[in-house]
């Protein structure tokens, strides 16, 4: 089944313990992305990837950081976690990241909700 | 950064009402996509728009692009209790990174019997 996997799926934790939150899609995506989601600010992104090796911020990068060393997995990691921080993310994969290929459908996981104590 | 404005921000309506969602912005978009997120769940697309005044059905749910590119509207007809959700709109104002999302901040839906 074509999808896009998250883990963990809830997290609490306290402040300035490193964490990672994994993402895994199994689709042979070019682009991958992170967004945080956040009540009456919508879906803001926080970091994307054109493909292995290329990522560039979004809206929203301080305190995230990420990398794409394989082309279907693609983690976020927030380094010292704070409270600031509590939301609920979301990874998402497009085949393409390109122009000409406009038409492109965004596959999302099921969230990871993080609460930063 | 690009916005997106979407209203209205809440909608609670009866089951059988009509009822049209708006997404606007200042800027040109290269294409838009509507999606809906369920709880617990990711959003899942419904649609792309690409061509300013297109028009997309998809059962009760119309889809229109505004002519100027710069707004879309969802409208549904004889809203059931499964149409509950987010529903949001998303553009792409950069035809280089079209996969390059922004989003707006959804209209929440109920539907009640």
């Known amino acids: 089944e074509a999808q896009v996997t998250q883990n963990p799926r809830y997290l609490i934790t306290v402040t300035g313990k490193k964490l990672t939150v994994t993402c895994s899609q199994n689709m042979n995506h070019e682009y991958m992305s992170w967004y945080r989601q956040d009540p009456g600010l919508g879906l803001r992104q926080i970091y994307y990837s054109m493909n292995v090796e290329v990522t560039d911020k979004g809206d929203v990068p301080e305190g995230y950081k990420v990398s794409r060393k394989e082309k279907r997995n693609f983690p976020l990691i927030l380094e010292s976690p704070s409270p600031n921080q509590t939301s609920l993310y979301f990874c998402a994969s497009s085949l393409y990241a390109w122009s000409g290929y406009s038409n492109q459908p965004q596959h999302f996981g099921d969230g990871t909700r993080l609460s930063i104590l | 950064t690009q916005l997106l404005e979407q209203s209205p921000q809440f909608l609670s309506i009866q089951e059988g009402e009509n009822l049209t969602v708006y997404c606007n912005s200042s800027s040109v978009f290269s294409s838009l996509q509507w999606y809906r997120q369920e709880p617990g769940e990711g959003p899942v697309l419904l649609v792309t728009?690409?061509?300013?005044?297109e028009v997309k059905k998809l059962k009760r749910l119309t889809f229109q692009f505004g002519d100027a590119r710069k707004d879309s509207s969802l409208h549904i007809t004889a809203a059931q209790p499964g149409d509950t959700g987010l529903y949001l709109c998303?553009?792409?104002?950069?035809?280089?990174?079209?996969?390059?999302?922004?989003f707006g901040t959804g209209t929440r839906l109920q539907v009640t019997l």
């Open positions: 998303a553009g792409a104002f950069d035809p280089g990174t079209a996969s390059k999302l922004t």
């Open positions: 728009v690409v061509t300013g005044g």
